[in-house]
């Protein structure tokens, strides 16, 4: 694997590109700012360190476009001053509704939770992963990149008779993950303007509302139920720093939910409230996050069972991917790392072996 990164300058044109591409064109629906998202969260997966290319497939990025507007597509409640309550689906382009928005309700209504929809819908799952995939080459992938009819062949070069999916160029992967927070913050600030100002959805919002929490918040799965498994492998102690576990138990998003904002099993342990607020959205220090991996290492079964059977999503090579996406760019930024009970001190400089 080559080591070698992307030269600075090419680092600085690929923001002023994506600042460009942002702020250009017009656009009739949010499929774009979904792209980019989705190229941002396959280029984190992929574990690249380098300048390396990245083919993506357009069934990849029907899965992640699948996870963005699956909570999207669920009725958005609407409290009205005199206490009525409405509640509708978002639209989601200036036209019609979006054809994927569509697609996903039509799943829905069998079943709502995205997770077991995938493991006990498997046919409707892969029929609508298709159909999705087809609407991105078809759309989004086909005029990201090309808003005023320019042709630009930047982040990837696009072949109308290439079915299969893209090929991000050299060092693109490697900027859209170490870019990933300023464009993930900027896709989702417009992506919520342009909900808000989308006439279909005028109706809704006469009065402030916080949209951008239903849009990109945290979803509402219960993770209580996965106390039971966690109690046991962590011996009813807190993660952190140790001390038995009484009624304050908290499910923790090991790699913050800031930082990555996604539900996988392998990231979830317990910690006493205490520790949950002091570590806010820092990451836990060197050796904490030796002791997760070396937990998942030994659990990796268990965690798998146990949560896919109460509906989350489990992978542990990519939960492990994700980590050390986050604690590479912590280590290159200089960031301050957490432990218990309150100390906050600048992560040092290696990487735990990752060979566990
Ligand atoms: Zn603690």
Known sequence: MTTDIPAFDFQIKFIKYIQWLL???????????????SLVNVAIESGIHGNET???????LAEQYIKLYWKQSLPYTHNHSSNEETAFILSQNTGRQAAII?????????????????????????ALKKSVAQTIRKYPAKFLQTPENIERTFLYHYDDKNNKG???????????????????????????????????????FDQDTDLR?????????????????????QDCQCFYCGRPLSKDMEVDHFIPWSKYPN??????????????????????????????????SIYHQEINSFAIGKGFVANYNKTKKISEWAYNLAIENGDLVWQPPKQLEIISKAMPSLSL
């Open 213 to 233: 929490h239903f849009l990109f918040g945290q979803s509402r799965q219960a993770l209580s139920s996965l106390l039971p498994m966690l109690i046991d492998i």
């Open 54 to 60: 990245l083919f993506i497939s357009y069934e990849h």
């Open 23 to 37: 702020e250009s064109g017009s656009y009739t629906s949010t499929y774009k700012f979904a792209l980019l998202m």
């Open 102 to 126: 569509n697609s996903i309700v039509e799943l829905q209504a069998k079943q709502a939770n995205i997770n077991k929809a995938k493991v006990h819908h498997t046919q409707e799952w892969q």
């Open 166 to 204: 893209v090929l991000l160029n050299q060092g693109i992967a490697y900027c859209l993950a170490h870019f990933s927070h300023i464009i993930f913050k900027l896709c989702q600030q417009y992506w919520t303007d342009f909900v808000r100002s989308n006439k279909h959805n005028h109706l809704v």
């Open 263 to 296: 539900d996988t099993a392998h990231n979830f342990v317990l910690a006493d409230r205490r520790c949950n607020n002091a570590r806010r959205d820092y990451l836990a220090d060197i050796p904490f996050y030796e002791r997760w991996l070396h937990r998942n």
